[in-house]
């Protein structure tokens, strides 16, 4: 779990880099859920302002957990990017779509790999074991509201409808709440 999340942080260490000229990002952190497959994810990452015209773009570290995408290892670790409307209002509707890439990792029957996989001098002893690591990606819609408090402060709720690589029956609305920060 713990390279996932290395892997996430290097990524957003580069956006803050390559965001960084004009506008400060926005750090953002929040919270979603489906309840058809009882998910529930949580995401952290940054926000950039006027990525193209009224439109931002942000990439985020997240987690989504369901067992209905693996009921063994639920835990999927990875990033999701995306564009969203953008106005300069205090409270303003939006529009948005992205992507989110991770993977789960899972501990598999090693015995048969022809490697001494515990570095014990023997090969393919019955009970060695390997990491393995699922892919899933999904693509998503968004819609919401966007709510300015204040000069540094701002809300967002919104619906994603996750559209995973695992099938029709793993696709559910994600609703979410998150919380930035930063100047405009
Ligand atoms: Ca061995
Ligand atoms: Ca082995």
């Known amino acids: 779990m713990l390279h996932f999340i290395y892997r996430c942080l290097f990524v957003i260490c580069l956006l803050t880099n390559f ?33 193209l015209p009224n439109a931002s773009g942000y ?3 997240t987690l989504l957990i369901s067992d209905a995408y693996d009921a063994e290892q ?22 948005g779509a992205g992507l989110y ?5 899972k501990e598999v029957s090693a015995s048969h790999d022809k490697i001494d996989n515990d570095h014990n001098g ?27 408090v204040g000069e540094t402060f701002s809300i967002r709720m919104m619906g994603r409808y996750m559209v995973s690589s695992f099938g029709r029956s793993h696709d559910d609305w994600f609703y979410g709440l998150s919380f930035a920060f930063g100047h405009d």
């Open 101 to 105: 890439v991770g993977e789960n990792e």
């Open 19 to 51: 965001a960084h000229a004009d506008d400060s990002p926005h750090f953002q952190i929040g919270t979603m859920y489906a309840e058809k497959i009882r998910g529930v994810g949580l995401y952290a990452g940054f926000e950039a302002e006027e990525i």
């Open 74 to 95: 639920p835990v999927f670790g990875g990033v999701s990017i995306g564009l969203r409307t953008a106005l300069d209002v205090p409270l303003s509707p939006y529009v």
């Open 122 to 148: 023997f090969i393919d002893e019955k009970w060695e074991t390997t990491t393995d690591n699922q892919l899933m990606t999904a693509v998503y819609p968004e819609v919401g509201f966007h709510l300015q």
């Open 59 to 61: 990439i985020d570290a």
